[in-house]
């Protein structure tokens, strides 16, 4: 019996309510030895204070060593072993818009580049292109047909899009045509399995279609696909953990992983404060809240080191008072992955980890930082084991075993 199956049998009614606060991207790495890292170096007394009535920790989205997409972190916060429940990005990009994804459906989340004279990419996001310029870049290339197929091109926001094929025989087991880096071309769609021939075929067709329609659309005159995939069909979170569960974030992607384990994505402004406003009017109605702030991993993806202090400040005033005027049972304050700006990337780093219980021991821990949590009670955990501790503490599970 896995984690699983045992939320399943133990979960019992609650009246009680859990707040999952994902700040994107949240570790990060010193810029200089021995300095602070952004979290560090910003003044969150709000955090500060919380982190003193909770217990801290580090968590580990995947497994150490393993620097994790945004897709995996988020199951694995959500409580779905991420090495059992996989899912590409492309479902979750579809998902993330409202796209009607049919069984056999095949999605890609596309990004539009920026490509030179020799066919190399400069820019792997095109200067992040405003959403109206990607909308009407995605309208170009509703052009482009394929033999025996429909084609679906839709925006998701800035440079981002979805591609999405529909028809017999299709095949999902494609390799990424985004190197993830610059200086180089971008990758030809690679069949992983025999079976996915004919659908590398079709995409290196699109693929060839697209470039030429995007010549003349500098910034944006080329596109990367990543993350093929068809929907898995997870069991969802009011089957598992017996919540009623909500998701409040801007960015589609977030909006599709949380759809995909049966959360309701409830309407919100771009702020902070939208999002905070939100939670509070819809507060009664689920019993679970995750809510997702962005703008951190952004900031650490552009390498803007003061950026992202900003951001975790801005988190401090606008986020954290009223969510605790609402008295949640649980509020769990974490991140889903890192995001250092010194890498300009993703990384395997654990991240800090602020857990508030009615039913909690509070360690010593005064501030909320990596370095501060390290020393907590939580330990090292993994973002799984957070879920059923949420469970518990919520006194929403009941005893295993005689």
Known sequence: MDTMDLMRELHIPAETKIVLLVIDGLGGLPTTPGGPTALEAAHTPNLDALAAESMCGLSTPISPGITPGSGPSHL???????????????????????????????????????LDENGLIIDRRAGRIPSEKGRELC???????????????????????????????LDARIADTDPQQTGVPPLPARAL????????????????????????????????????????????????????????????????????????????????EDEVATLQRHWEEYDFFYVHVKKTDSAGEDGDFQRRVEILEHVDQAMI????????????????????????????????????????????????????????ILGHLRHVDLMPLAMAHALRLGKWGA
């Open 76 to 114: 694995a916060l959500f409580g779905y072993d991420p090495l059992r429940y996989q899912v590409g990005r492309g479902v979750l990009a579809a998902l993330g818009i409202g796209f009607d994804l049919q069984p056999g459906d095949i999605a890609a989340r596309g990004n539009f580049c920026t």
């Open 139 to 169: 309208a170009l290339l509703r052009q482009i047909k394929l033999p025996g197929v429909e084609v679906f091109v839709e925006p998701v926001k800035e440079y981002r899009l979805v591609l999405v094929l529909r028809g017999e025989g």
């Open 193 to 272: 399995a025999p079976e996915a021939e004919h659908t590398a075929q079709l995409v290196n067709q699109w693929l060839q279609e697209a470039r030429r329609l995007l010549k003349g659309h500098h910034p944006a005159n080329g596109v990367n696909l990543r993350g093929f995939s068809q929907d898995p069909g997870f069991p969802k979170m009011q089957e598992v953990f017996g919540l009623r569960a909500a998701a409040i974030a801007t960015y589609p992607m977030y909006k599709g992983v949380a759809k995909l384990v049966g959360m309701e994505t409830l309407e919100s402004g771009d702020t902070l």
């Open 321 to 376: 008072p009223p969510i605790r005027e609402l008295a949640p049972d649980v509020l769990i304050v974490t991140g889903d992955h890192s995001t250092p700006a010194v890498l300009r990337s993703h990384s395997w780093h654990p991240l800090p980890v602020l857990f508030y219980s009615h039913y909690g021991r509070p360690d010593d821990v005064a501030a909320f930082g990596e370095r501060a949590c390290a020393r907590g």
